[in-house]
């Protein structure tokens, strides 16, 4: 099955708010508490903050569809934004752009649908005249890390985060597009 991907705008936040969230407690609810979970989610995934995030104009994002059910199953986000890990991505803020979050519903994973998503990234990405992309992804995600470095992405770096009360390391990652 061929999914539908579609550029998105504020009309759908509450749909990517929706599924944001399921994605995101999918991936990593065995690794949080509920409590944690739920703090994070409510800071990240509400359909106000999805609102502003792609009202914003530094935003580009994208949802792929099951051609059947018409049901989102994926999305991304990209976002030009004034990082501070030029130790580790390099150039300036003007040649980079953040990969923020890339998620595909885990009955869709293995289909290519990650991989066509990422594509429409990086084609927007080279068509805004950007020399790297960049992103952040969690120790616990292995099979993210794993995608990321099939697609050309290396580690450069890490950070500390936190989901809810709960501190975490972020492995930087990032990619050449030329």
């Known amino acids: 099955m061929d999914t539908k991907i579609v550029k998105i705008d504020d009309t759908y936040a509450k749909i990517?708010?929706?599924?944001?969230?399921?994605?995101?407690a999918d991936t990593f609810a065995n690794d949080n508490t509920p409590e944690n979970l739920e703090l994070y989610l409510d800071a990240n995934y509400r359909p106000d903050i999805q609102t502003k995030e792609l009202n914003d104009p530094a935003m580009t994002a994208y949802m792929a569809f099951d051609p059947e059910s018409n049901q989102p199953v994926a999305y991304c986000q990209l976002r030009q934004t004034k990082h501070v890990y030029y130790d580790f991505v390099g150039d300036s803020e003007d040649d980079a752009i953040e990969l923020?979050?890339?998620?595909?519903?885990?009955?869709?994973?293995g289909?290519?649908?990650?991989?066509?998503?990422?594509?429409?990234?990086?084609a927007t990405?080279?068509?805004?005249?950007?020399?790297?992309?960049?992103?952040?992804?969690?120790?616990?995600?292995?099979?993210?890390?794993k995608f990321y470095e099939k697609q050309g992405f290396r580690k450069v770096g890490v950070r500390n985060v936190m989901l809810g009360n709960k501190p975490e390391t972020d492995h930087i990652m990032s990619m050449s597009l030329i």
């Open 16 to 24: 990517l708010s929706e599924l944001g969230a399921r994605l995101f």
């Open 100 to 109: 923020q979050r890339l998620y595909v519903d885990k009955q869709w994973a």
């Open 111 to 122: 289909m290519g649908l990650g991989k066509r998503l990422l594509a429409e990234c990086v």
């Open 125 to 145: 990405a080279t068509k805004m005249g950007k020399k790297i992309m960049w992103l952040c992804v969690s120790d616990y995600n292995p099979n993210a890390i």
